[in-house]
């Protein structure tokens, strides 16, 4: 008998190996034709949204079909409208003053890293992503999403079979175990980690590059001058999406004591119940497991299956389930990231206590994450925007849609980065941009220093300043046009210059042998 271990240690290096024979020839396609792939990729996830949904929630029991449905929605059409036009490959930027050119280089093999609570829309927006910027990427699935992400990947394996490019781009692990996941992340080339606290940190501790986004446990304040119909319509419609699986979905409710009683009686005209006594002890213990971590349990489920769990009677039409909360830390479970129908509420005075309050909550669990405001006063919220420890404010928007892009303009993405406070690479919502680097080629701007003699006809010349007009660097990327390479590929040619100074280098010349060493490794 063979260790289970064993065999998903070896499925992940034969994995790797595939996708690394496959990755450098599908890098050398055109921009063009990897647009093609990556179109038909997302339509054919976008065709079959509604059933891998539905085979997301028999897996894991997590979440509504539905709502499901929407992020699938999201992760293929919306992805692929805001990457269509990027440019991913080949020559990117041309700069004729600072006389530098950018051309795009993909890491590689991606691991990707899936969680159990958004398994299907996660692999499908991860795969473009990935293949846009000229990669290949290998999944491990959470074990309880296995199927739903093994379905998933074969969806997109038979567009690229159908685009005449190799299906091992995009794979995924069968047999899912902890050293399996291990061995995949030592091997490949960059890691993408979406998941709990433990994988992100297994991620960053392997020893491969990695992007790994942190928990959000999400404050949502709603200041005296908010709508307070429009803020709580928002906030019910973000924490209920697909039963709150999503990380920056609301996990308590900030506001003042000159409108709680408002806020809270609409909170309960929208379906929010507030829990007392005996019915708040019961869903406190079934909250957690003894570690302190969620309970699987009550996970994505809505509020009458928690109820039902914890054994109490709440009325029919029940949504939220909520708690007033005084304090801030473990031996306050509504304080913490509540993955669910539940949600925390807390009254303070005014928007400075509030900024306090908001930073602790942010501190429990969710710093560099994001967080929600509710008002009109644009002083407050630039003072919030000021000094949060977040990397995305969603301002007078439902916290879960704003976030991954879907009512705000922010990228749309299922991977959210916390950045340095967080304990991530990234503040970005992970685009391809992430996914590769940048090579520079960068041309003498006929400058003279100290390393080199100076010819008598430049002794004028001060030393290290050059006698070109004076350089800008270009961006990264550019999201507009189009560029190829590889057999087909434009040249890299170099920026336009005036004649050669006499006496100095042959600029065209130089050109010539660089586009010819660039050949030879493009």
């Given at each position: 008998m063979v260790d289970k271990d064993l065999l998903s240690i070896q499925e992940a290096r034969a994995l790797v190996r595939a996708a690394r024979k496959a990755q450098p020839e599908f890098a050398q396609l055109s921009q063009e034709r990897v647009d093609e792939v990556v179109k038909a990729v997302a339509e054919a996830a976008a065709a079959q949204a509604e059933v891998l949904a539905n085979l997301a929630v028999e897996d894991t029991g997590f979440g509504r079909p539905q709502d499901k449905k929407i992020k699938n929605i999201l992760a293929s059409e919306k992805v692929y409208a805001c990457i269509k036009d990027m440019k991913t490959i080949g020559v990117l930027h041309s700069d004729p003053v600072s006389k530098v050119v950018e051309i795009a280089v993909p890491v590689g093999v991606i691991a990707g890293i899936v969680p159990s609570t958004n398994p299907t829309s996660t692999v499908i927006y991860k795969s473009l992503i990935a293949l846009k910027s000229g990669n290949a990427i290998v999944f491990t699935p959470h074990p309880s999403a296995r199927n739903c992400i093994a379905k998933t990947v074969e969806v997109i394996q038979g567009a690229l079979r159908g685009c005449h490019v190799s299906p091992d781009l995009v794979s995924s692990i069968s047999m899912p175990t902890i050293e399996g996941t291990n061995e995949l992340m030592k091997v490949s080339d960059l890691i993408l980690a979406t998941g709990g606290p433990g994988i992100v940190k297994a991620a960053y501790s392997s020893g491969t590059p990695a992007l790994g986004v942190g928990a959000g446990n999400v404050p949502a304040y709603i200041e005296r001058s908010a709508d307070i119909e429009d803020a709580v319509s928002k906030i019910m419609s973000s924490k209920t999406f697909d039963n709150g699986t999503i990380c920056a979905s609301e996990q308590s409710i900030v506001t003042e004591s000159c409108i709680a009683d408002k806020v809270r009686a609409t909170l309960e005209a929208q379906g929010g119940y507030f829990l007392t006594g005996e019915k708040l002890e019961k869903v406190k213990r079934v909250m957690e497991?003894?570690?302190?971590?969620?309970?699987?349990?009550?996970?994505?489920?809505?509020?009458?299956?928690?109820?039902?769990?914890?054994?109490?009677?709440?009325?029919?039409?029940?949504?939220?389930?909520?708690?007033?909360?005084?304090?801030?830390?473990?031996?306050?479970?509504?304080?913490?990231?509540?993955?669910?129908?539940?949600?925390?509420?807390?009254?303070?005075?005014?928007?400075?206590?509030?900024?306090?309050?908001?930073?602790?909550?942010?501190?429990?669990?969710?710093?560099?994450?994001?967080?929600?405001?509710?008002?009109?006063?644009?002083?407050?919220?630039?003072?919030?925007?000021?000094?949060?420890?977040?990397?995305?404010?969603?301002?007078?928007?439902?916290?879960?849609?704003?976030?991954?892009?879907?009512?705000?303009?922010?990228?749309?993405?299922?991977t959210l980065g916390c950045g340095a406070v967080g304990g991530s690479a990234t503040s970005d919502n992970v685009t391809p941009l992430n996914l590769m680097n940048v090579r520079r080629v960068a041309y003498d701007l006929n400058s003279q220093c100290g390393c080199c003699a100076a010819p008598a006809h430049h002794a004028t010349a001060a030393c290290g300043v050059s006698t070109a007009p004076a350089a800008h660097y270009p961006p990264s990327a550019s999201v507009a046009g189009s560029c190829c390479h590889g057999a087909n590929h434009d040249a890299v040619v170099a920026p336009q210059t005036a004649a050669p100074v006499a006496g100095g280098p042959d600029i065209n010349a130089v050109t010539e042998m660089i586009v010819a060493e660039l050949k030879k490794v493009l």
């Open positions: 497991r003894g570690n302190g971590s969620m309970n699987p349990a009550i996970v994505g489920r809505d509020a009458l299956s928690i109820a039902h769990v914890a054994g109490i009677d709440v009325p029919a039409g029940t949504r939220l389930l909520i708690s007033d909360e005084k304090g801030v830390g473990p031996k306050y479970p509504f304080s913490k990231e509540k993955l669910t129908a539940l949600l925390g509420f807390y009254v303070v005075e005014d928007w400075h206590e509030a900024c306090e309050l908001c930073t602790a909550l942010l501190h429990n669990g969710g710093v560099g994450h994001s967080l929600a405001i509710h008002s009109r006063n644009e002083e407050v919220i630039r003072e919030f925007g000021l000094k949060k420890p977040v990397s995305r404010m969603l301002v007078n928007t439902p916290s879960t849609q704003g976030a991954v892009g879907i009512s705000t303009g922010l990228f749309p993405s299922f």
